[in-house]
C-alpha cells in the first residue's frame, strides 16, 4: 500500500429520478493524495443507480466481480471505503444551515428514507436511507 500524504472525504445527498417520483441518493467521495505525488479520487453512488468511479472512470455496481475490480484498483474494499467516510458523517453539524437552530428531529420521508429537519424553520437538514427497508 502507498504512503498517504492526506486524504479527505465528502458526502454528497441529494434526489434523482423524474420529479413526480424522486429518490434519495448519497455519494461517497475519498480523495488521497501519495508520497509520489499522484492522487486517486474514488466516488461511490448509492441510489436509484448503484456505481462507483476511480479517477473520474465509471464503473457498474451491479455484479460480484466488480467488488474484485473495485480492490485491485483502489487496495481497499467498498466497505472499507464507506466506513471512513460513514465516519465523517457522524461528525457533521449538529445546527440548521439555514437558521443556525440547534431544534433537529429526525422524520420518516419514503420507506427507508429518513429525514433530518429543523423544527423551526422545517429545512431539511439531512438524509439517511435505510435499502434493507425497500428489499
Known amino acids: 500500500m502507498k504512503n498517504v500524504v492526506s486524504r479527505t472525504t465528502d458526502i454528497t445527498r441529494g434526489t434523482e429520478g423524474p420529479d413526480y417520483d424522486p429518490y434519495s441518493y448519497s455519494e461517497f467521495s475519498m480523495r488521497s493524495k501519495y508520497v509520489d505525488g499522484k492522487q486517486m479520487n474514488i466516488k461511490v453512488h448509492r441510489g436509484l443507480a448503484e456505481w462507483y468511479s476511480i479517477n473520474d472512470t465509471r464503473y457498474?455496481?451491479?455484479?460480484?466481480?466488480?467488488?474484485?475490480?473495485?480492490?485491485?484498483l483502489t487496495g481497499m474494499t467498498i466497505a472499507t471505503v464507506l466506513q471512513a467516510i460513514n465516519r465523517a458523517k457522524d461528525r457533521r453539524s449538529t445546527k440548521c444551515s439555514q437558521c443556525n437552530s440547534?431544534?433537529?428531529?429526525?422524520?420518516?420521508?419514503?420507506?427507508?428514507?429518513?429525514?433530518?429537519?429543523?423544527?423551526?424553520?422545517?429545512?431539511?437538514?439531512?438524509?439517511?436511507?435505510?435499502?434493507?427497508?425497500?428489499?
Not at 429518513?114 to 425497500?134: E, P, Q, R
Open 60 to 72: 457498474a455496481n451491479h455484479h460480484p466481480d466488480d467488488e474484485q475490480n473495485f480492490i485491485l
Open 102 to 135: 440547534k431544534r433537529l428531529e429526525w422524520r420518516s420521508g419514503y420507506p427507508g428514507e429518513s429525514l433530518l429537519i429543523c423544527t423551526k424553520c422545517n429545512h431539511c437538514c439531512g438524509t439517511d436511507f435505510d435499502m434493507s427497508a425497500v428489499i
